[in-house]
């Protein structure tokens, strides 16, 4: 159990030993790690791995069944009050009010909190700028990532010290999920502790420490240069003119370590250092492959991601 006298002043964010079960499913099994204040921390898994439960613990929605948590020093159970009055969340669903007009919806959330626009506009300002000319809209009618602009503001009208962002780029376009890291970054030097969830691998290295997470357990936390250094055997990049086999092939293979289908490649590992690139295309035109291309390839965080799961 985390003490709260103990508690580091550096330390945003604390969970030790926290489940979570909905019936006989396990969403969280003994989550343990801390967010440093002003760091952007990434929550990184797929679709039914425990992100979203995670949140809702940290932002006092529901109750753990088992270990603690303290957020910006208290208690998720006990200070609940104090907890929603110093956090913003963005859920990864949208989720203001759809009839209300951007202006409207904003002025509601700063209501909610006991403050206005005026007050905290210089917090929001590079990010409201952008949908003002908009303000008189109604956010139902709002593109994808004008709604999350707005959503992201009003998570922030209020000043608090740790925002939580649930799957925040999920299904918006790649020009809008670029600036919304953009902005996430000049929210991180303004001292604000953000902790953020995502599916997509590639949103991993913009994070300064990440988890991955799968079935409700955490694989791995670090930064996300010191994970990929952890990777284990050479990758290869490899293809033919017979892609599935080549994919059972592979994994029927004793040398293979694990291997994957990406894009119109397959990513392997081979347990021998000894294979050279020549060695691997030999052994795959062996079986019957043509037109076979093997080059070694820089491992991504999806690739210790699956490699992870399947340790």
């Known amino acids: 159990m985390i003490n709260k006298e103990d508690n580091n002043p550096n330390i945003a964010i604390r969970c ?84 209300l007009t951007v202006e409207e919806n904003l002025n509601f959330f700063a209501t909610v909190f006991n403050t206005t626009i005026e007050e905290n506009y210089e917090l ?18 709002l593109s994808g990532g004008m709604k999350q602009k707005l959503a992201l503001s009003c998570a922030l009208i209020h000043k608090p010290s740790v925002l939580f962002l649930d799957e925040p780029t999920t299904g918006v376009d790649p020009v809008s999920r670029k600036e919304f ?57 490899v293809q033919s003119d017979m892609m599935y086999k080549l994919l059972n092939d592979l994994r029927a293979n004793k040398l293979t370590s694990n291997c994957f289908a990406f894009g119109d490649k397959h990513h392997v590992s081979i347990d021998d250092e000894h294979i050279t690139m ?12 043509k037109n076979v291309t093997v080059r070694e390839i820089e491992p991504t965080i999806e690739d210790c991601f699956m490699q992870l799961s399947q340790s």
């Open 124 to 141: 929001v300002k590079d990010i409201y700028q952008q949908i003002e000319p908009f303000k008189k809209r109604r956010a139902g009618k």
């Open 278 to 289: 020549e060695n691997l295309k030999e052994i795959i035109e062996e079986l019957g492959h």
């Open 16 to 99: 030790e030993s926290v489940n979570k079960k909905y019936g006989k499913i396990e969403a969280l099994k003994d989550i343990s790690f801390s967010v440093k204040r002003g760091e952007i921390f990434g929550i990184i898994g797929p679709d039914g791995a425990g992100k979203t439960t995670l949140f809702r613990i940290l932002t006092t929605l529901i109750l753990a069944n088992r270990g603690t948590a303290l957020v910006d020093g208290f208690d998720v159970v006990n200070d609940y009050k104090e907890i929603r009055k110093r956090v913003g969340y963005m859920p990864g669903r949208f989720s203001l009010y759809q009839d």
């Open 181 to 237: 890291w953009g902005m996430l970054k000049k929210l991180k030097d303004q001292g604000i502790t953000i902790l953020v969830s995502t599916p997509y691998m590639d949103e991993a290295s913009l994070c300064d420490r990440i988890a991955l997470i799968q079935n409700g357990q955490f694989l791995k936390i670090d930064t996300p240069k010191e994970i990929i250094s952890q990777y284990k055997n050479k990758l290869w990049a």
